[in-house]
């Protein structure tokens, strides 16, 4: 990016962390003065590179699999969420655990525990591969149907099912809405008895701050997103900007 002068900088409002973030990050601290350190976290509890690296220097240790956390220790689960095979492999492990998942995270996953129970397949609109998307797709455990992930329109025409009647959907809570209602009405055309959740999963903290950065592309030139590259948030808001014609970047430091 060329160097710029700015006639006027504008800051978004809302912007920074959701409550569900700044929930994450308090846990972790007062696990860390209860315990001291080591503590480990599996995964980022946030995906913001100076939240990282300043828990990191007080003592926590961020690890993707249990198996990376020694006998007798405190583990604290980050605000994406885990599958259920993760936790009863902590429970079984008798480690001393502490959940920082999000409250709107915890209601998708309950979400797909009723579809579970109730004998409906579920599909999730996510991004392969984020932790929030792994922890949900692990909430289903009935053998007689499936979960299924799609992230896009063309997902959604290969999309193969048992029972096209008994169907449900749920969503990430850090997806554009805009991305996502393409995706649901595909899902609905496709499949005409599918079923929703009874509120949208898309998390109010993120819906207003992509509302936020639509309504600031509509005044600048240029939009600067301040989050970490593996931030859905933060890759979202770029995108945001960039379809509201604006040029936009995101920065880290």
Request: net charge negative; charged share 30%; with cysteine.
């Amino acid at each position: 990016m060329n160097k710029i002068q700015a006639e006027q900088v504008l800051l978004a409002n809302p912007r920074g962390f959701c409550a569900g973030v700044e929930r994450a990050i308090e846990i972790v601290e007062q696990v860390l003065e209860q315990f001291g350190r080591p503590i480990y976290v599996r995964h980022e509890v946030v995906h913001n590179k100076f939240v990282v690296e300043g828990l990191r220097d007080k003592g926590a240790i961020f690890i993707e699999e249990i198996s990376e956390v020694p006998d007798n220790s405190t583990l604290i689960f980050s605000a994406h969420g885990v599958s259920k095979a993760v936790r009863e492999e902590a429970s079984q492990r008798g480690l001393r655990v502490f959940d920082a998942t999000c409250p709107l995270v915890t209601k998708v996953h309950l979400e797909v525990v009723r579809y579970e129970r109730d004998g409906q397949e579920c599909v999730l609109i996510g991004h392969a591969g984020h932790p929030e998307v792994e922890g949900t797709l692990g909430q289903y455990k009935n053998p007689e149907g499936g979960i299924y992930l799609v992230e896009s329109v063309e997902d959604v025409e290969r999309l193969k099912v048992k029972n096209p009647e008994r169907l449900s959907f749920v969503t990430q809570t850090t997806l554009s809405m805009d991305d996502t209602s393409v995706v649901i009405e595909a899902l609905q055309k496709r499949f005409p008895n599918i079923q929703g959740p009874r509120r949208d999963d898309i998390c109010y903290a993120t819906q207003n701050r992509q509302d936020a950065v639509k309504a600031l592309a509509e005044e600048c030139d240029l939009i600067l997103v301040v989050g970490s590259r593996n931030s859905s948030n933060s890759n979202r808001l770029r995108e945001m900007a960039e379809r509201q014609g604006a040029e936009a970047y995101l920065i880290d430091n």
